[in-house]
């Protein structure tokens, strides 16, 4: 018998008509041994990277993180001049999110130049053809404001050597290159996840997907559910 339990509000996972599945929302697991004490034969976690990761500059206490867009209640921005930070998938999900959210503009902030951006031509096209604008090699400093109020970002310009390869170790900060944005009001923290469970090495918990793999792709991620299904059997 198999059971599906998350903590998720709402789901449309198709997995019901795989057999003796129930779903329990609105009940988060702190502990995954809690659910062998209360007679599971064998738990799967697949909890993700769902705490988003901080930015330590002064004043990011002003900003969104990226789980108040792609959450299961996303916040409206509609007429707001958004500023998006990070530069994985995440952070383009973010953006496209905040145009489909009312947003009037919206500026993903990167250290990687455009061709960089970890996408294909066709997403790199649709974020684009979104109204997306993207400002490269740069790095927030500050996110400005008062009180919970944002007015802006300060920003200080990257620079990568020549010919080297992309790698947030070569970057350097360009000298006397700090600035200022003030024509934003709300800025996005989207600078990846990290797991809210802890590994528990337990004979009986297995853990699968992003958790195991690090930011991977989908085929990648279910692959990783598959082992797991596997080690259950």
Known sequence: RYRYVTGVQTCALPIFGQGDVRLV???????????????????VVAAGLGVPLPLEVP????????????????RSLRGRRVAVVGDGAVALDCAEAARARGAAHVELFARKALGELAQTRRERDRLLAAGVEVSGRVRVTAVLGRGPRVAGLALRRLA???GQAFHPSRLADVPRSDHERRDLDAVVLALGGRAGLERDPHP?????????????????ALASGKRAAQAVH
């Open 204 to 220: 009986r918990i297995h853990h699968a997907g992003d958790q195991v793999e690090g930011p991977s792709t989908v085929v990648q």
């Open 160 to 162: 990568l050597p020549p």
């Open 59 to 74: 004043g990011a206490a002003r900003a969104l993180p990226w789980t108040a867009l792609l959450g299961p209640r996303p």
């Open 25 to 43: 929302p609105g009940r988060p697991v702190a502990r995954p041994r809690d659910l062998l004490a209360r007679g599971f034969g064998a738990v």
